[in-house]
């Protein structure tokens, strides 16, 4: 059964700053893996997604890396601001090769990032 | 089309009644999924349906919930009898396909359910 961590639960910075946030599978047979953002109250927005076979995802200011064999993926914010405020989820898609659909999410990190 | 549609956007209900909530995918997009977040938690996965076949569903699913996409395209879940451990946040999203790209999901604002 898969289980997804991601460390730590919160995390509060001054505004500029570079941040890295932690995801870890135990079920290395993904398919690909999504990032989220969450803003309170409101549905989850599709942030990056890595194939199985890839090994980084970069889109504007974040960088998303993916280690497979050791069931890690890293979540890089560059020059944080305060509209990045939110939680960030990752969410490993199960099932290897034969792709099962379900996504299997972590409990996410709430990020602040203060003026 | 301007992404996944959800309604309604928040229900208010009384043990034991039932609701129904409804899911518009995004058009061209022939998998649709349903989640369930509690506070404090990530999503769980409860079902999914590639065009209007349920492929999928959680152990979560008890039989109190049945979900139907009749035609391939809009979705429903209908709660029976709800108990105040439903109350949540229900999420909806939809993905072209199961592969490369075409895998991303997108999600739907939700409908928060709260059941009294």
């Known amino acids: 059964k898969q289980e997804v961590t991601q460390i730590p639960a919160a995390l509060s910075v001054p505004e500029g700053e570079n941040l890295v946030l932690n995801c870890s599978f135990t079920?290395?047979?993904?398919?690909?893996l999504q990032w989220f953002r969450q803003d309170p109250g409101k549905g989850l927005t599709s942030l990056l997604l890595?194939?199985?076979?890839?090994r980084e995802q970069t889109s504007g200011r974040l960088n998303a890396s993916l280690d497979k064999s050791s069931g890690r993926s890293t979540l890089y914010i560059a020059a944080s601001q305060p509209g990045d405020s939110a939680t960030y989820l990752c969410?490993?898609?199960?099932?290897?090769?034969?792709?099962?659909?379900?996504?299997?999410f972590g409990q996410g990190t709430t990020l602040q990032v203060k003026p | 089309d301007t992404g996944v549609s959800q309604d309604p956007r928040h229900k208010i209900t009384k043990r034991g009644q039932n609701v129904t909530f409804r899911c518009d995918p995004i058009?061209?997009?022939?998998?649709l999924y349903w989640y369930r977040q509690t506070l404090g938690q990530g999503p769980e996965f409860l079902t999914y349906?590639?065009?209007?076949?349920?492929?999928?569903k959680s152990r979560l699913l008890s039989d109190r919930f049945s979900a139907e996409r009749p035609k391939g395209s809009f979705s429903t879940l209908e709660i029976q009898r709800t108990e105040q451990g439903d109350s949540a946040m229900y999420l909806c999203?939809?993905?072209?396909?199961?592969?490369?790209?075409?895998?991303?999901?997108?999600f739907g604002a939700g409908t928060r359910l709260s059941v009294l």
């Open positions: 890595i194939q199985s076979s890839q």
């Open positions: 999203a939809s993905s072209l396909g199961d592969r490369g790209t075409k895998n991303i999901q997108y």
């Open positions: 349906f590639q065009n209007e076949a349920q492929l999928e």
């Open positions: 079920d290395s047979a993904i398919y690909n």
């Open positions: 058009s061209e997009h022939n998998r």
């Open positions: 969410a490993p898609l199960s099932g290897g090769s034969s792709n099962t659909g379900k996504l299997i």
